[in-house]
C-alpha cells in the first residue's frame, strides 16, 4: 500500500509538470522554429532575427510556465502572482529558468490562495478591488525578491551539477545507461517528472551554447516503441496483432508514446526490448553527433525531423539513432513474443495502463475491441458501475425515460458490474470501467459513455432501437431497478443535510465533507468516507452538468446503515480531474431505497436550467423543491 501511495504521489508530480508545460508547447515550438530558421548555422541564418532566440528562451517560456504553474494553484490571481515571482529567478540567472519557473510558479499560486483564503469575508464592502490589487503586488514582488536572493542561486548550483553530470556521462560514454530509467519511467507514466523536470532545462541551456541538445532525443525518440507495435505485427495473437499496425502508425507519426504502453504490460518483459532499443538509440546519437536544436513535442518523426538542426550530418545522426532503437527493440521484442506463452490480453492491459495513469487515457479506445452492430429485438440494457448505487442509477433513470417516450418495451436496471446478469444484450458504463464490464460479459454490446446525466450515446441509442424494435407501452418493470421495494422514501433528503454556498480547495476536502455529513446523519460508518475516495480515485463520480455523486465502493456496502443523502452547493466550483462541479450529492444506498430519490435526482440534472436553479438558490428549502418538483 506504501508503495502504491509513493507512485502515486510520483505520478501526481510528474502530471502536475506536464499541466505547467504543456500548454505552452507551443510557445516551444516558436522558439524552437525561430532558433533553426535563424540562428548562424540555421536554414536562414539572420542577424536580425535571430536576437528573438535568447529573450524568448529567457524570458518568455519560463514566464509562461510561471503563469501557468500559478494559475493551476489558483486560477487567475495564482497566475499573475506567479508570474511575477518567476521573474526573480529569472533575473538571478543566466540560463533559463524552467526549474525555478516550475518552483515559483505555484509557490506564488499557493501563497496568493491562502492569503484569499485568511481575508474571506473580512474585507469591507467596496475595498475588495484595492485589497486585491495591493496583496497581489506586494506578495508578488516580495517572493520575486526572495527568488532573486535564494531561489535563483539554488536552482543554478543545481542545474550546475546536472550540466556537468551529463557532460560527464557523454564524455564517458555513459548516456546509453539513462534508457534503464527512462523507458521503464514512460511505462509507469513518470515521464514527464523527468522529461519536463530534468531533460528540457538542461537541453535549452546546451542549444544555447552549443545548437544542439542530445538530451532533447533521449526520451523523445519513437524507436523503442515502434520496435515493439512491429513485433506485435508479425509475432502477436488476436487483437494485440491486429491492432499493432495502426497503433504503430499513431505512435511513430503521431508522436502518442501512450498508445504502445498496453502492449508492453501485456508482456512485461517487453520492457527489456524498450530498454535496450532506447540504449542503442542514445548509443547512436552520441557516436554520430545527434541532437535537436528544439524540443520535439509530441515524440513523432516529424517534430523530430522539424527540430534537427540543418545539416546533413545531424540528419543522418538522428535517423540513424531512432532506426537502431526500432530494430533492436523489434529484435528482442520479437524473441520474447515468440518463446513467451502468456496470454495476451489487450484490453485487461488498457485498464491497468489507466489505472497506473490515474485517470482516463485519450488512446486505450485505440487498442481496445470494436463493437460491432446493436443486436436485434433487445430485451434488456443494463447500465453499471463499481458499486450499483450512484451514478448508473442515475443513468438508467434517463434511458429509463427516453425509453418510455419512444414506447419501447426494453427493461432497464442498472446494478455492479460484478453482479451484471449473463443475458445483459447492452452494457452502458463510464469509459474507464467497459474493459472491466467486457470481460463480465463479453458477448454483449457495450457502450461507453464520459457523461451520465447528457451523453449524447442516450439518443444515439434510442434512435437505433427503434429502427429495430417493435413499439409499445414500455413495461412496468422499467420504472426503477429496485421497483419491489417498498421502504418509504420520505425523509432521505432533509434540510439539514442541505448546504449552500461551500467552498473547497479539492475535489478530495469535498468528497470528505460530504462524508461527515453522511457519518454524522447515522447513514453510514466512518469507513464509509476512506471508500468514497477509493470509489472516486477509481472511476471519476463527475457525472456531466456540473454534477459529482461521491459514493462508496461495491466493498463499502457493509457500511452503510441506512439511505441517505446529501446536497451541497459550490457556486464557484471545485475541480474533479479537471471538471468543474458545482452540485455535489453524497450518496449512501441501503437495499435500493435510495433510487427512486435518485431518479427524481438525475432527471432534474439532465436539465441545466434546473442546475442553474439550484446553483443560486437562496435557502435548502428552494434547492429542495427543484429537486422535488421532479
Not at 27 to 42: E, K, S
Not at 367 to 394: L, W
Amino acid at each position: 500500500m506504501a508503495q502504491s501511495n509513493i507512485k502515486v504521489a510520483v505520478q501526481k508530480f510528474g502530471n502536475f509538470l506536464s499541466s505547467m508545460v504543456m500548454p505552452n508547447i507551443g510557445a516551444f515550438i516558436a522558439w524552437g522554429l525561430i532558433t533553426a530558421l535563424f540562428i548562424p548555422t540555421g536554414f536562414f541564418s539572420n542577424e536580425s532575427l535571430a536576437k528573438l532566440v535568447d529573450p524568448m528562451v529567457k524570458y518568455l517560456l519560463p514566464l509562461l510556465i510561471g503563469y501557468t504553474g500559478g494559475k493551476l494553484v489558483h486560477d487567475q490571481r495564482g497566475g499573475v502572482v506567479g508570474a511575477i515571482a518567476t521573474m526573480g529567478v529569472i533575473v538571478g540567472s543566466d540560463i533559463p529558468m524552467f526549474l525555478g519557473a516550475m518552483i515559483m510558479g505555484p509557490l506564488g499560486g499557493y501563497i496568493i490562495k491562502k492569503f484569499d483564503q485568511f481575508i474571506e469575508g473580512k474585507v469591507k464592502t467596496g475595498f475588495e478591488m484595492l485589497i486585491n490589487n495591493f496583496s497581489a503586488g506586494i506578495l508578488g514582488g516580495i517572493l520575486a525578491i526572495l527568488a532573486f536572493l535564494g531561489v535563483s542561486p539554488a536552482v543554478d548550483g543545481f542545474t550546475g551539477a546536472l550540466v556537468v553530470g551529463v557532460d560527464w556521462m557523454v564524455a564517458h560514454g555513459l548516456l546509453p545507461l539513462t534508457s534503464i530509467l527512462i523507458e521503464p519511467a514512460k511505462i509507469l507514466f513518470l515521464n514527464n517528472a523527468i522529461n519536463h523536470g530534468i531533460l528540457s532545462p538542461i537541453g535549452a541551456e546546451q542549444i544555447r551554447t552549443n545548437g544542439q541538445s542530445i538530451l532533447l532525443l533521449l526520451e523523445t525518440n519513437p524507436g523503442p516503441g515502434l520496435g515493439i507495435l512491429l513485433a506485435y505485427c508479425f509475432f502477436g495473437k488476436g487483437t494485440a496483432k491486429q491492432s499493432a499496425p495502426g497503433a504503430a502508425i499513431i505512435h511513430f507519426i503521431g508522436g502518442i508514446h501512450e498508445i504502445y504502453f498496453p502492449y508492453v504490460l501485456m508482456r512485461p518483459l517487453l520492457i527489456i526490448a524498450a530498454i535496450l532499443g532506447g540504449m542503442s538509440g542514445v548509443f547512436t546519437f552520441v557516436l554520430l553527433g545527434g541532437g535537436l536544436q528544439a524540443v520535439a513535442s509530441p515524440g513523432s518523426i516529424l517534430a523530430i525531423l522539424a527540430a534537427t538542426p540543418g545539416n546533413a550530418g545531424s540528419y543522418v545522426a538522428n535517423i540513424s539513432g531512432v532506426l537502431v532503437a526500432a530494430i533492436v527493440s523489434f529484435i528482442v521484442g520479437s524473441l520474447i513474443l515468440k518463446t513467451g506463452k502468456q496470454t495476451e490480453d489487450l484490453d485487461e492491459a488498457a485498464r491497468k495502463m489507466q489505472e497506473m495513469k490515474g485517470k482516463k487515457s485519450s488512446v486505450a479506445g485505440s487498442v481496445t475491441k470494436q463493437q460491432g452492430e446493436v443486436p436485434a429485438s433487445v430485451q434488456k440494457i443494463v447500465f453499471a458501475c463499481d458499486a450499483g448505487m450512484g451514478s448508473s442509477a442515475m443513468g438508467a433513470s434517463l434511458l429509463r425515460k427516453k425509453v418510455k417516450q419512444a414506447n419501447l418495451n426494453i427493461s432497464v436496471t442498472n446494478t455492479a458490474i460484478s453482479n451484471i446478469p449473463s443475458d445483459a444484450q447492452i452494457v452502458i458504463t463510464q469509459e474507464e470501467l467497459t474493459p472491466r464490464a467486457q470481460n463480465k460479459v463479453p458477448d454483449a454490446y457495450h457502450i461507453s459513455v464520459d457523461n451520465f446525466l447528457s451523453s449524447p450515446e442516450y439518443d444515439k441509442l434510442i434512435d437505433q432501437l427503434k429502427n429495430d424494435h417493435t413499439t409499445s407501452k414500455a413495461e412496468e418493470e422499467t420504472k426503477v431497478s429496485a421497483e419491489n421495494n417498498t421502504d418509504s422514501n420520505d425523509g432521505l433528503l432533509k434540510e439539514e443535510n442541505v448546504f449552500l454556498n461551500q467552498h473547497f480547495s479539492s475535489k478530495e476536502e469535498a468528497i470528505r465533507f460530504a462524508g461527515s455529513v453522511l457519518v454524522k446523519g447515522g447513514y453510514v460508518e466512518e469507513n464509509y468516507v476512506e471508500a468514497m475516495i477509493e470509489r472516486d480515485n477509481m472511476t471519476s463520480t463527475y457525472m456531466g452538468n456540473d454534477v459529482a455523486i461521491p459514493h462508496g465502493t461495491e466493498e463499502a456496502k457493509k457500511n452503510v446503515l441506512r439511505s441517505g443523502f446529501t446536497v451541497i452547493q459550490v457556486p464557484e466550483g471545485v475541480d474533479f480531474d479537471g471538471e468543474k462541479v458545482r452540485l455535489i450529492f453524497g450518496i449512501a444506498g441501503k437495499d435500493g431505497t435510495h433510487l427512486e430519490i435518485l431518479s427524481g435526482i438525475a432527471i432534474t440534472c439532465s436539465d441545466m436550467d434546473n442546475i442553474e436553479k439550484m446553483v443560486h438558490a437562496k435557502s435548502a428549502k428552494e434547492l429542495m423543491a427543484i429537486i422535488q418538483r421532479n
